[in-house]
């Protein structure tokens, strides 16, 4: 138990400290202070800052991705409405810090190989968990058949991570509600006639 | 001449060393070695790193802004074909890198007010312009009268921005165009139809 507290405290610890300064901002010490854990303890876990930080970004950031987008892959017909109001919901966002993934894209992909490995999976999973709820949208005829799913999907995460973006710059969640209405409105472009819509 | 010269080139080697490594990333010495000047000059123009990095900011983005949709703006009428096409082209971006802009955002606006100001008028500024070239648009009658050119301004600057970030986490600079195209798309759904499109 104390074991994987001490880890779990790690972990939680360092994606704040990240998210909130940077990786090459975030200093080791102010992590290991805020998880009240003893430098010597952290290497029973990890090598260095930098396992540190990659596993705290894989877990965290997936773990994000499943609570938020997987809820919505794995749930029932409809789903656009359902992924509409995830899509929409700002509440749980803090824009004033931006999306942990973009930041580390943005400061690391070209600086280290390996954060930019990371960063190629976690994005890439974004995209495929999207891709997965589009998908199940066509499967439920809410979708047109032919419908480029992955093209889409794409598209869905450039908003998401734009939108954030300019949320971030300007001090205005609006800034990021309002691209995502737009993009809601092209999604629907995409829909179904209500009169071609078959049963499954 | 050597005036000018010397903070010309402080200016360029802080621009390219911030936007390789972050603002926190670049060292003072590596700016002050790269433009060749010693720290006792760059005193003369600059009192710090900091009021170095924020005078490059502003002067470098400013003026890519004036090159790639400044000119757009103060071209002639039929703007879209213009706009679209300097939207789509990839070829003077350098994804490996992203947005300078973007990443200043994500670094800093969260942990220094002076950036906060200075990023927030930029991404303003770049919001204003695509707005103007929207406005002409709307002024040619390309697109529809009542259309909400800044909201379609604000949608235009997040598919930009996350298309960069796509691109920049992929390493494929195909996950920056599709948006792109995916979003001259919704911009179409905006025209003014063939038969009721006036002259001026």
């Given at each position: 138990m104390?074991?994987?507290?001490?880890?779990?405290?790690?972990?939680?610890?360092?994606?704040?400290?990240?998210?909130?300064?940077?990786?090459?901002?975030?200093?080791?010490?102010?992590?290991?202070?805020?998880a009240?854990?003893?430098?010597?303890?952290m290497?029973?876990?990890?090598?260095?800052?930098?396992?540190?930080?990659?596993?705290?970004?894989?877990?965290?950031?997936?773990?994000?991705?499943?609570?938020?987008?997987?809820?919505v892959?794995?749930?029932?017909?409809p789903?656009?409405p359902?992924?509409?109001?995830?899509?929409?919901?700002?509440?749980?966002?803090?824009?004033?810090?931006?999306?942990?993934?973009?930041?580390?894209?943005?400061?690391?992909?070209?600086?280290?190989?390996?954060?930019?490995?990371?960063?190629?999976?976690?994005?890439?999973?974004?995209?495929?968990?999207?891709?997965?709820?589009?998908?199940?949208?066509?499967?439920?005829?809410?979708?047109?058949?032919?419908c480029?799913?992955?093209?889409?999907?794409?598209?869905?995460?450039?908003?998401?991570?734009?939108?954030?973006?300019?949320a971030?710059?300007?001090?205005?969640?609006?800034?990021?509600?309002?691209?995502?209405?737009?993009?809601?409105?092209?999604?629907?472009?995409?829909?179904?006639?209500?009169?071609e819509?078959?049963?499954?």
């Open positions: 104390e074991c994987k507290n001490t880890r779990e405290r790690l972990i939680d610890a360092a994606f704040a400290e990240i998210h909130e300064r940077g990786y090459q901002g975030a200093a080791l010490a102010d992590i290991l202070a805020k009240g854990v003893h430098k010597g303890s290497y029973h876990f990890f090598a260095n800052k930098k396992e540190l930080a990659l596993t705290a970004l894989k877990e965290k950031i997936s773990a994000y991705f499943v609570f938020r987008y997987g809820a892959a794995t749930s029932n017909a789903y656009l359902r992924f509409f109001a995830v899509l929409l919901d700002a509440s749980t966002r803090d824009f004033s810090k931006g999306c942990p993934l973009a930041n580390m894209v943005q400061e690391m992909s070209n600086i280290d190989a390996d954060f930019d490995a990371t960063l190629k999976g976690l994005y890439g999973d974004l995209r495929a968990t999207i891709k997965t709820i589009l998908d199940k949208a066509v499967e439920s005829g809410e979708l047109k058949e032919g480029d799913t992955a093209r889409l999907a794409l598209f869905v995460t450039v908003v998401i991570e734009g939108g954030i973006l300019s971030k710059a300007s001090g205005d969640a609006q800034d990021f509600v309002a691209p995502i209405e737009e993009l809601i409105k092209h999604i629907e472009t995409y829909k179904k006639d209500k009169n819509t078959k049963r499954a």
